[in-house]
């Protein structure tokens, strides 16, 4: 088995441990009403399939327990580690500004219990939660990004424009993600299609995706194995292009325009160099 791309103290997952944390998290849940409970347990399984570089798990006891451990394991790796990881979530989420809002309140109410029950020398106090303002204005991506989509943001409403603006600064964070952590180049992330790629099956523990890359010469596939992080990297980003157009298809582009069109090469040169000079 592989690690996850965030290290998260794995070796904490034990039964006794499991138990414990799960004694916690009942105390931390009771006298709340249904609805925040089940908004507690989402934002938990939300961060873990974050930092697992997984798929969001079904909401069962087992996995809201391991879920509230995946949180007290990135707490113990100290007050830093732990901001910056909840900051890249931040920074990524596909979803809406109240649920951004909402998953970071989560996650500072859960490990100030935990600090005041001692287990964790820090909490996320220090980190204040965002502010709707301060979301729209995270994305990289400005209006002549639109532009070079092909989309005229002057007819878009406001929230389509955000939600375009969203997903371009995913596509590209994902894009630089991919290529500064694999020996992939820009090209070949160009003309990479899903069906190019295999994840592994284990839900529960992330392991290397397999990419068909061609080979110089002949052309022939050869498979080429990603490191973890660009693992991870590829598996969020498919979750916002699910969201964006549907179920992927094998012969669709894996960095598609807001058309869900291949990109032009020499869009692509332009986002690379957008992404070298920030």
């Given at each position: 088995m592989m690690k996850p791309p965030f290290d998260w103290h794995a070796a904490l997952d034990t039964p006794q441990q499991r138990r414990r944390i799960g004694n916690l998290k009942r105390g931390w849940c009771s006298d709340r009403t249904e609805n925040t409970l089940l908004a507690r347990h989402y934002d938990l399984r939300l961060f873990a399939a974050f930092v697992l570089?997984?798929?969001?798990?079904?909401?069962?006891?087992?996995?809201?327990?391991?879920?509230?451990?995946?949180?007290?394991?990135?707490?113990?790796?100290?007050?830093?580690?732990?901001?910056?990881?909840?900051?890249?979530?931040?920074?990524?989420?596909?979803?809406r500004d109240a649920s951004v809002i909402r998953c970071v309140s989560t996650l500072r109410s859960w490990a100030r219990y935990l600090h005041a029950k001692r287990e964790v020398s820090c909490s996320l106090d220090a980190m204040p939660t965002p502010k709707v303002t301060e979301l729209r204005q995270r994305s990289s991506a400005k209006s002549e990004d639109l532009t070079r989509e092909g989309v005229d943001s002057a007819q878009l409403s406001p929230a389509t424009r955000t939600r375009a603006?969203?997903?371009?600064?995913?596509?590209?964070?994902?894009?630089?993600?991919?290529?500064?952590?694999?020996?992939?180049?820009?090209?070949?992330?160009?003309?990479?299609?899903?069906?190019?790629?295999?994840?592994?099956?284990?839900?529960?523990?992330?392991?290397?995706?397999?990419?068909?890359?061609?080979?110089?010469?002949?052309?022939?596939?050869?498979?080429?194995?990603?490191?973890?992080?660009?693992?991870?990297?590829?598996?969020?980003?498919?979750?916002?292009?699910?969201?964006?157009?549907?179920?992927?298809?094998?012969?669709?582009?894996?960095?598609?325009?807001?058309?869900?069109?291949?990109?032009?090469?020499?869009?692509l040169d332009e986002i690379m160099e957008r992404l070298r000079a920030g």
């Open positions: 570089g997984a798929e969001l798990a079904p909401p069962t006891d087992t996995a809201h327990t391991h879920a509230a451990l995946v949180v007290l394991g990135i707490l113990r790796k100290g007050s830093a580690y732990a901001q910056s990881v909840v900051l890249q979530l931040v920074q990524t989420h596909p979803g603006l969203r997903f371009i600064a995913a596509r590209d964070a994902a894009l630089d993600e991919v290529s500064s952590h694999s020996t992939l180049k820009w090209p070949q992330l160009q003309r990479l299609r899903w069906g190019d790629i295999e994840f592994g099956e284990d839900p529960e523990f992330l392991t290397s995706a397999c990419v068909q890359v061609p080979a110089r010469g002949d052309g022939r596939p050869l498979p080429h194995h990603l490191p973890l992080r660009a693992t991870a990297a590829l598996k969020r980003w498919r979750q916002v292009y699910i969201r964006q157009f549907g179920l992927t298809s094998d012969d669709a582009a894996v960095f598609p325009d807001l058309h869900g069109q291949p990109m032009r090469p020499l869009g």
